[in-house]
């Protein structure tokens, strides 16, 4: 963000933000990583945003069919 | 690397040290290896900024768009900031 020409890093209410608007725009599946609190929030269409604790298998689901990432 | 809000607000989202930068890549290459034993879509970097329909330019880590999406735009949008995220 700048603010007065001073460079400030996203903050997690930003990022959040943003990943609502990827949903809105029709993200069908979306993952925020939070290593500094070892989560990650789960965004799905449809779906309520899911919080899990790392490490964890992130599953595509029907999304990337197949795919899963360790975090 | 800057996105712009809807609000035509200028957002620096350069990237992080070497650990981000390092779990980042691992990131795309698991996606890289999955896209190309399923070729259902492509796979885009942290440095591709997508056209949302709010006016925002927004860019993420990782991307992955199904692939008739992506045969869905015309050359002059794929060569631009491909509108939309699949």
Known sequence: MLS????????????????????????????????????????CTNQAIQLVSMPTVLSGEAVLPGFELKV | MMERTAQRELIDVSPVGGEGSSREA???????????????????SSQGAFKLPFCSTRAADAAWVRQERWDALTPEQRAGLPPHLS
């Not at chain 1, 930003?14 to 990650?40: H, I």
């Not at chain 2, 691992?26 to 885009?44: A, E, H």
């Open chain 2, 26 to 44: 691992d990131l795309i290459g698991d996606l890289i290896i999955w896209n190309r034993q399923t070729q259902l879509g492509k796979v885009f």
């Open chain 1, 4 to 43: 007065n020409g001073v460079i400030k890093p996203q903050s997690l209410p930003e990022l959040r933000s943003k990943m609502t608007e990827y949903m809105a725009s029709g993200l069908r599946l979306g993952w925020l990583l939070n290593p500094q609190d070892q989560q990650v929030e789960i965004y």
